[in-house]
């Protein structure tokens, strides 16, 4: 193969490593990527000590350094922005496990519940307001769950200030579901169950009345932001949990790097559901409002969620560094592509 075709068969090999789509370079290719940036970066050694063609030295050094960055620094240079749909891309594996522990959770939850009522004060917390003799009585009574259900009018201050209560103990229980993540994945996977062991516990109560139209209303409006976000933080936390536990051939330290950025636009993506959450839980639920009304709440967060999601492409992509400069740098002299 001639220098002019090595050449560009190098190029060809950087803009498909580098591009966030399909056809992606295969095992086979990357030797042979991994071949042509020796060969280059070897040619660029004698360049610079006998050569005087400043433009030539400049592509060729532009073209090593994309090499490098691909093979060595584990990160493509090509000037792509990781964008929200490249984001999903990368992570609905992991999302798809924090859905399914949460479905896990809240089906031994609801399990255990009902096969004996007297789980239902281990497994929900008195801390979030559910003393046994209270959840005793729900469990009992008809009456007491639909005055439990039942709207208040409430001073908007208390709403202010049960809502950043909220607002602090989900958010708290989000990041330690991602901050625990890097143990291998193993906490996380257990607080994810556990929130829906406590949701399914829950659940098993008020659905003895049927149809629950009354617990749903309660619970879908600000359930549906807040478990997007919780679901979120899990998933980055086991994604720092398989680069940790398993991050194959590429090594440790690689895998780490190339999750750190998904994983925290998930998170960052989770914090304004979680305002939203507590914003809806202290305005809404705390208040009079009909069954209807709520139900419509749940529907329209379930829409505005999705579109939130894909609103976020913008903040996707300014997350991103821009390495574009190095693309420009390998362009050829002439500033077009060689042919070969």
Not at 9 to 34: H, I, K, T, Y
Not at 164 to 171: P, Y
Not at 244 to 251: E, F, Q
Not at 304 to 317: P, V
């Amino acid at each position: 193969m001639s220098a002019v075709s090595d050449r560009a068969r190098f190029e060809q090999l950087l803009d498909r490593a580098e591009a966030n789509r399909s056809p992606r370079v295969s095992f086979g290719e990357l030797r042979e990527l991994g071949r042509l940036y020796q060969l280059h970066a070897a040619l660029l050694a004698r360049l610079r000590d006998d050569s005087e063609d400043p433009e030539e030295i400049r592509h060729l050094n532009g073209l090593c350094v994309r090499g490098y960055a691909l093979l060595y620094a584990g990160a493509p240079v090509g000037g792509e922005r990781l964008a929200l749909g490249d984001l999903l891309a990368r992570t609905w594996r992991a999302q798809i496990a924090a859905w399914a522990l949460l479905a896990v959770g809240v089906l031994l939850g609801a399990g255990l519940v009902a096969s004996d009522p007297r789980a239902l004060s281990a497994l929900i917390p008195a801390t979030l307001g559910y003393t046994p003799e209270l959840l005793e009585r729900l469990w009992e009574s008809p009456e007491a769950r639909a005055e439990f259900l039942a709207g208040n009018e409430v001073h908007w201050t208390e709403n202010a200030l049960f809502g950043s209560s909220l607002f602090a103990h989900n958010t708290r229980i989000g990041v330690l579901s991602f901050a625990v993540g890097i143990l291998a994945g193993v906490p996380t996977a257990l607080l994810q169950i556990y929130n829906g062991v406590t949701i399914g516990a829950l659940s098993a109560v008020f659905f003895r009345d049927q149809p629950p139209t009354a617990y749903l209303a309660w619970i879908l409006p600000h359930g549906v932001p807040e478990l997007l976000a919780l679901t979120l933080c899990a998933a980055a936390g086991l994604m720092l949990g398989v680069a940790v536990a398993a991050p194959g051939r590429r090594g440790r330290g690689a895998a780490l790097r190339e999750v750190v950025q998904p994983v925290v636009l998930l998170v960052g993506v989770a914090a304004p559901l979680f305002v939203a959450a507590a914003l809806t839980e202290s305005f809404v639920r705390e208040s009079t409002l009909g069954t209807g009304v709520r139900l419509l709440i749940a529907a329209g967060w379930i829409a505005a969620g999705a579109l939130f999601l894909l609103g976020t492409r913008l903040l996707g992509r300014r997350a991103a560094g821009d390495a574009s400069w190095i693309r420009e740098l390998s362009l050829p002299p002439n500033g077009e592509r060689g042919s070969g």
